[in-house]
């Protein structure tokens, strides 16, 4: 059993940036798929960016490629979102996840191939 815990949502500008924190605990593979995703009101759930645990490779979806900043810090078992230059467009309730083992040679970018998910963390842009 894996548990996620996010936090450092909030309100912020256009423009302006927030990292999101997502504290793992429990039982995990030596190298896994930790993956954000978020959901806005209406959409569907959708990737973010992916980090490989054991290698370290990442993973971005297109609109937040050159943006948001996906890194681990292994000593505190914390994967963290610095998401920078938030658009309006960014507002959602964002989710960490825990997904299958894995080194980076294939990505898993759909929600259904996560396993343990996190409560989510509301970033708001105005």
């Known amino acids: 059993y894996v548990q996620l815990v996010e936090s450092g949502g909030g309100s912020v500008q256009a423009g302006g940036s927030l990292r999101l924190s997502c504290a793992v605990s429990?039982?995990?593979?030596?190298?896994?798929?930790l993956a954000w995703f978020r959901q806005a009101p209406g959409k569907e759930r959708g990737v973010v960016a992916i980090?490989?645990?054991?290698?370290?490779?990442?993973y971005y979806a297109d609109s937040m490629k050159g943006r948001f900043t996906i890194s681990q810090d292994n000593a505190n078992n914390t994967v963290y979102l610095q998401m920078n230059s938030l658009t309006p467009e960014d507002t959602a309730m964002y989710y960490c996840?825990?997904?299958?083992?894995?080194?980076?040679?294939?990505?898993?970018?759909?929600?259904?191939?996560?396993?343990?998910w996190g409560q989510g963390t509301q970033v708001t842009v105005s």
């Open positions: 996840a825990a997904g299958p083992p894995g080194t980076g040679g294939t990505w898993y970018a759909m929600p259904n191939e996560y396993k343990y």
């Open positions: 429990g039982d995990t593979y030596i190298s896994y798929y």
């Open positions: 980090i490989a645990t054991g290698s370290g490779s990442t």
